[in-house]
């Protein structure tokens, strides 16, 4: 399960198990989640605005260039 949350108002695409994909803004103060069975690969637009967690557990967001953190691939081996 991947939770997101905007501060800022935020811009999301998010694949899903290699198959869906959602491409979305997020207004400040909404949030939304998402259910997969093996992985998520995320780019945000807005990374200081945006806080995510994967199954209850938050995920620190690196800012990439130009504040955008492009094709990351989360799956549940990041919270064990």
Not at 5 to 32: F, N, P, Q, Y
Not at 64 to 70: E, P
């Amino acid at each position: 399960m991947l939770q997101a949350r905007a501060v800022e108002d935020t811009w999301l695409r998010i694949e899903i198990d290699g198959d869906k994909r959602h491409d979305l803004l997020l207004t400040s103060g909404k949030s939304m989640q998402w259910e997969a069975h093996e992985r998520f690969r995320l780019t945000v637009g807005n990374v200081r605005g945006t806080r995510l967690a994967l199954n209850g557990q938050d995920i620190p967001l690196q800012p990439g260039r130009g504040n955008v953190m492009r094709d990351v691939l989360l799956t549940r081996a990041l919270v064990r």
